[in-house]
């Protein structure tokens, strides 16, 4: 009687998560009709313009899908070499050792700051450096907010990867120093081919993060609604321009916003789905 | 003159993984060439650590120290370059290791490619070829040459890493326990096989099964807590050993 009473309780709890997350994605589609009813979703979705001008509105998500997706490719880019590197060296040459210890625990508290923090610190020194070098005159853009978000990944990617650096058999590096294997040689014929499909998953749950940072991305993108032309021109990022304007909008353009969200979350929900899918291959494997 | 001086010897060899104790102590022993010789004793005693020393396996790990000497030819490894020695001194291990990535084919020329050496195709085909009829596997594998090494099955597998060894064409290989993951079967196979591979190389094979070491073994080491207790023909040891500690371990006195 009571375990029955337990389990119908526990059944009820646990429905409530798929429920909102259910209402979430009701409500999104809800709201998002009119921008695409008004639009059409292709328009939409290939438009670039933005302009609020009182019975003239015109809405386009193109200049913010390319924003997210400029500052997010770029900063996989500029992650790719210190998170490979920082990877390799806690999970393979420095592994066990006290200096392996210190770099990872760093690496894990940088993973712990918020992004506000990240933002200010890429405000007030990253974009003057910017403006320094002569980069770009207003320091920030793309660029700026696309080494910030590289900067916010390194941990996260190298703590992963280096746990499938970490989990290539013993038995098999030995078994390549016995035929006479350098250290570099096993690195790269032996623990990068084995551990490759783990790493490559690492940077695609790192993608997934990077699309949907919001914070960061709105202090330093610039916040202007074109198409960025180079990587040093401003823009703004799906989740900036809804952070930027979400406050001060209504009706057509409250619902273009949230379309954009919609667009946002159905990306960042696949590409979650494809790494993690990957990551559980990988570990089985 | 090369046939004075034995293949492999051990002088007063020492390996220890912590400063206060030895896992090996003072080993001294000359390998006959073109012999299979085994090495026994109870679990603890130091004889993969004895092993490993040969081919230099230690030097990965900054932590063990090797000492005395270990002369191959004549000449003291521990002072030679792990990778000139690897190659000269091959290894087997307890599970077999087939590169994962790799299929057969390349599993076999792996010692040459995880060196950078580059063979022209003709003779890739003549190494793998030769190799996996040495380990009479060719004509199990001959038609998936393409396919990973770990569809095999553990026994092949197990061949397969002999066969990666044996394409390096080294003086000395070392075994530890290569047929304990392995059913009768697959054990006959490889001791058939090993048996048949003295004629080219010098094996060193630790095994706890004592069947194995007098069905293949003409010389046997037994150590006992990292010393070497006695050293001799394996048909004398175990008729008459001399030692009183190999005595009791192979009356199954001792564990
Ligand atoms: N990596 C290591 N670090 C510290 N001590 C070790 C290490 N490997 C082995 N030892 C110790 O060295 C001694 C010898 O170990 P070894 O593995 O050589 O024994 P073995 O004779 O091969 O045993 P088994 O028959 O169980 O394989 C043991 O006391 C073991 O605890
Ligand atoms: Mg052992």
């Known amino acids: 009687m009571n375990d029955k009473l337990y389990k119908i309780l526990l059944f009820a709890s646990a429905l409530i998560i798929p429920l909102v997350c259910g209402g979430v994605i009701y409500a999104l589609f809800t709201d998002a009709y009119e921008a695409f009813q008004h639009f059409g979703f292709l328009k939409f979705l290939t438009s670039s313009d933005w302009s609020y001008t009182q019975g003239d509105e015109q809405y386009g998500a193109l200049p913010f899908i390319s924003g997210t997706l400029m500052t997010t490719l770029l900063a996989i880019i500029f992650c790719i070499p210190f998170s490979l590197s920082v990877a390799f060296f806690t999970g393979e040459y420095f592994r066990g050792t006290k200096i392996a210890t210190v770099l990872g625990t760093v690496t894990d508290l940088l993973a712990g700051i918020p992004s506000i923090i990240y933002g200010l610190w890429g405000f007030y020194t990253l974009r003057p450096i910017i403006m320094s070098l002569n980069i770009s005159p207003q ?79 709105t202090m330093l993108i610039g916040n202007t609604n074109n198409i960025p032309d180079s990587i040093t021109s401003t823009g703004n990022s799906m989740a900036s321009i809804i952070a930027n304007q979400f406050g001060e909008a209504s009706d057509l353009r409250l619902s273009s916003l949230i379309a954009i969200g919609l667009i946002l979350f159905l990306i960042t929900a696949i590409i979650n789905m494809i790494g993690k899918m990957m990551i559980k291959r990988a570990r089985i494997s | 003159m090369e046939s004075i001086i034995p293949i492999l010897e051990f002088k007063k060899t020492c390996v220890s993984y912590t400063k206060q104790t030895m896992a090996v102590k003072y ?117 998936v040459l393409n396919k990973k090494g770990t569809f095999l099955s553990g026994g092949q597998q197990q061949r397969l890493c002999i066969a990666r060894a044996l394409a390096m064409k080294p003086n000395v290989l070392l075994m530890d326990e290569p047929t304990s993951a392995l059913d009768p079967v697959a054990t006959k196979h490889i001791e058939e096989l090993l048996l048949e591979l003295q004629k080219e190389v010098t094996i060193l094979i630790v095994t706890h099964n004592m069947g194995q070491a007098m069905r293949i073994s003409s010389r046997s080491m037994f150590m006992y807590l990292g010393e070497l207790a006695e050293y001799g023909d394996t048909a004398t040891m175990f008729s008459s050993p001399s030692d009183e500690r190999t005595k009791s371990y192979l009356t199954g006195k001792m564990g």
């Open chain 1, 139 to 217: 320091g920030s853009g793309v660029l700026t907010a696309s080494v910030m978000l590289a900067i916010m990944i390194i941990p996260y990617v190298s703590s992963l990867s280096s746990e499938f650096i970490k989990m290539v058999p013993k038995d098999l590096k030995e078994g390549a120093y016995s035929l006479g294997a350098t250290r570099a040689e096993v690195v790269r014929k032996i623990i990068f081919p084995v551990a490759g499909s783990g790493i490559f998953s690492s940077y695609v749950l790192a993608i997934g993060r990077a699309l949907g940072e919001t914070m960061t991305v």
């Open chain 2, 27 to 143: 080993v001294s022993a000359a390998i006959e060439r073109n012999t299979i010789t085994a090495i026994m004793g109870p679990s603890g005693c130091g004889k993969s650590t004895l092993l490993r020393a040969a081919n230099l396996m230690h030097n990965l790990y900054p932590n063990i120290t090797v000492t005395g000497e270990i002369l191959l030819n004549g000449e003291n490894i521990l002072s030679m370059e792990p990778i000139e020695v690897r190659r000269k001194i091959g290894m087997v291990f307890q599970r077999p290791t087939p590169f994962p990535t790799m299929s057969i084919y390349d599993n076999v020329l792996s010692g040459f490619t995880l060196n950078g050496i580059r063979l022209p195709k003709e003779e890739k085909d003549i190494t793998v070829e030769r190799c996996l009829k040495s380990v009479s596997l060719w004509d199990e594998v001959k038609d």
